[in-house]
């Protein structure tokens, strides 16, 4: 019998150079939290509430590994929580600050490397929150909220 766990979860992304979205990181954790408004139907002359289905939404957050690949020196394009974080400063070569009003929605695929498959789901979202921290003896990691802007884009689970 096989299972899932976090030692096989990864979020892949995909940055405005890339072409197909690549794997991005090292996920500790994940979870999706779905919601549905329901909007009420009552009438005045009702004696039990009554509801119809309306807008839906997903909110999730994700805790990925901090870490720097060897071959990558000091091209933070190739270090994912390196990446998200300039995006979310917003800063340029000279380090200088750039508020051009809004978040970048990002790609985010999240899911389970299982042998040769990959098992996700891939859609468009903002991030929220992003912490960012370190521990004697752990390995640094990042956590990352984010908010989904539409619908799912592909489902494989």
Known sequence: MSYRSGDSGK???????D???KSAAHVQSWS???NQDMLPIDRLSSTDKSFHPGLKSLTGN????????GTAGLDKGDESAAWILEKIFKTVDDGSSINSGDSPELEFQLGFKEGASNLF???Q????????????GEVSSADISFQMNGTPLENTM
């Open 11 to 17: 979020l892949w992304l995909k940055k405005a150079s």
């Open 19 to 21: 072409a197909n979205l």
């Open 32 to 34: 999706f939290t779905w």
């Open 62 to 69: 994700c805790k990925i590994f901090y870490y720097r690949d």
């Open 121 to 123: 789901i891939r859609f």
């Open 125 to 136: 979202a903002y991030i929220t929150s992003y912490t960012l921290g370190a521990s004697s």
